[in-house]
């Protein structure tokens, strides 16, 4: 069964950063892209960024470009999500979701809140 | 990049009826590259179609999707209790993928 777990969210300030983690089970991680989608309160999702499993190619979102960074560990199953200079819009729940275009399996989320 | 209009924002219907959502796209989508998730409070979305009409793993075929180019729309045949929900297209000919604003089905 695929699991995907997500921590590293909370409360920072407008210019802070945070590091999001997703620990992934019950597959090959190192075969499969993964991505990062956020969904605002009340909103729908929006796509963040996403990394190929085959080359670590990476893609971003225009609204995240320059400001985040994602990364791969295969060696301990974990994606990760660098976000620095952050604003009040990029408040949202984030996804660890797997796939790169669409996404089949999704984890719980975690709060990512950006608030002086 | 491309915008996903649904219709109807909210869709009222009692259990055993048929939902017709629709997702209609600002541009062509290439190659039918279309997805439907379904999303209850307080949980992530779930797959349900990709390819505009083939459905994920697990799902029953009283979903089904259809369309092409710029129209699309997902059915629930009959509609049963768990299905009441909030449901998103989204789009991944043209990055960046994007998604709808949702229809949320209720019961009437």
């Known amino acids: 069964e695929v699991q995907l777990l997500e921590s590293g969210g909370g409360l920072v300030q407008p210019g802070g950063s945070l590091r999001l983690s997703c620990a992934a089970s019950g597959f090959t991680f190192s075969s499969y892209a993964m991505s990062w989608v956020r969904q605002a309160p009340g909103k729908g999702p929006e796509w963040v960024s996403g990394i190929s499993g085959s080359d670590s190619s990476t893609n971003y979102a225009d609204s995240v470009k320059g400001r985040f960074t994602i990364s791969g560990d295969n060696s301990k199953n974990t994606m990760y999500l660098q976000m620095n200079s952050l604003r009040a819009e990029d408040t949202a729940v984030y996804y660890c979701a797997k796939g790169w275009v669409y996404f089949d399996n999704w984890g719980q989320g975690t709060l990512v809140t950006v608030s002086s | 990049e491309i915008v996903l209009t649904q219709s109807p924002g909210t869709l009222s219907l009692s259990p055993g009826e048929r939902a017709s959502l629709s997702c209609r796209a600002s541009?062509?989508?290439?190659?039918?590259?279309l997805a439907w998730y379904q999303q209850k409070p307080g949980q992530a979305p779930r797959l349900l179609i990709y390819?505009?009409?083939s459905r994920a793993t697990g799902i029953p075929d009283r979903f089904s999707g259809s369309g092409s180019g710029t129209d699309f729309t997902l059915t629930i045949s009959r509609l049963e209790p768990e299905d009441f929900a909030v449901y998103y297209c989204q789009q991944y000919g043209s990055s960046p993928w994007t998604f709808g604003q949702g229809t949320k089905v209720e019961i009437k």
């Open positions: 390819g505009a009409s």
């Open positions: 541009q062509s989508v290439s190659s039918r590259y």
